[in-house]
């Protein structure tokens, strides 16, 4: 099943911890079904895999609202346990799905980056520094999301190919 764009903004779950879920849904059942909207998962795609992974028959619900992309937020922002560095790229991704790259319009207003960043409590900074990664290296971006580097690594490693000053340039914007 594909993913909703908005449901990308969140990190995937480390192979270790999809593991444990995969386990755990095999054992218990799956206790929240996964939702649905516009034929894509929305929220769940972990517990997806988990299912796929386990044999258990995933269970879909469909999102009844006009607001996803609070909804999805409201959803994760407390159920992470995310490093500032995951953080600020939620936040970039929040605010490019905002800013209505995709067909379907009836996205919400976001607030602004820095209402995104003070609810998920990391630096303007950080946003910033991510922002200028993704553009300098999209590569370093995906690593930065994943968890395999911090902010700091990426700068160093992209600053080691001769292309730091890309950032510096972009994070003076």
Same mark, same amino acid.
């Given at each position: 099943?594909?993913?909703?764009?908005?449901?990308? &903004?969140?990190?995937?779950?480390?192979?270790?911890?999809?593991?444990?879920? %995969?386990? =755990?849904?095999?054992?218990n059942?799956?206790?929240?079904? +996964?939702?649905?909207?516009?034929?894509?998962?929305?929220?769940?795609?972990?517990?997806?895999? %988990?299912?796929?992974? =386990?044999?258990?028959k995933?269970e879909?619900?469909?999102?009844?609202?006009n607001?996803?992309?609070?909804?999805?937020?409201?959803?994760?922002?407390?159920?992470?346990?995310? @490093?500032?560095?995951?953080?600020?790229i939620?936040?970039a991704?929040?605010?490019?799905?905002?800013?209505?790259?995709?067909?379907?319009?009836?996205?919400?207003?976001l607030?602004?980056?820095?209402?995104? %960043?003070? %609810?998920?409590?990391?630096?303007?900074?950080?946003?910033?520094?991510?922002?200028? @990664?993704?553009?300098a290296?999209?590569?370093?971006?995906?690593? &930065?999301?994943?968890?395999?580097?911090? +902010?700091?690594?990426?700068?160093?490693?992209?600053?080691?190919?001769?292309?730091?000053? +890309? &950032?510096?340039?972009?994070?003076?914007?």
């Amino acid at each position: 099943m594909e993913f909703h764009p908005i449901a990308n &903004i969140f990190p995937m779950m480390s192979d270790e911890e999809l593991s444990e879920l %995969a386990e =755990s849904i095999e054992s218990n059942g799956l206790r929240v079904p +996964i939702l649905l909207h516009e034929g894509k998962i929305l929220d769940g795609r972990n517990r997806y895999q %988990a299912c796929e992974s =386990s044999g258990v028959k995933p269970e879909y619900t469909e999102y009844g609202g006009n607001d996803p992309l609070s909804h999805v937020l409201g959803l994760n922002l407390h159920r992470r346990h995310l @490093i500032s560095g995951r953080k600020a790229i939620v936040v970039a991704d929040a605010q490019t799905v905002g800013s209505g790259i995709f067909k379907n319009r009836n996205i919400a207003v976001l607030p602004t980056q820095e209402g995104l %960043a003070k %609810a998920l409590n990391v630096l303007s900074t950080y946003v910033r520094e991510v922002k200028g @990664i993704k553009r300098a290296s999209p590569d370093h971006y995906e690593q &930065i999301k994943s968890g395999e580097l911090t +902010i700091q690594q990426a700068k160093r490693e992209i600053g080691a190919d001769g292309t730091n000053h +890309i &950032i510096q340039l972009d994070l003076s914007k």
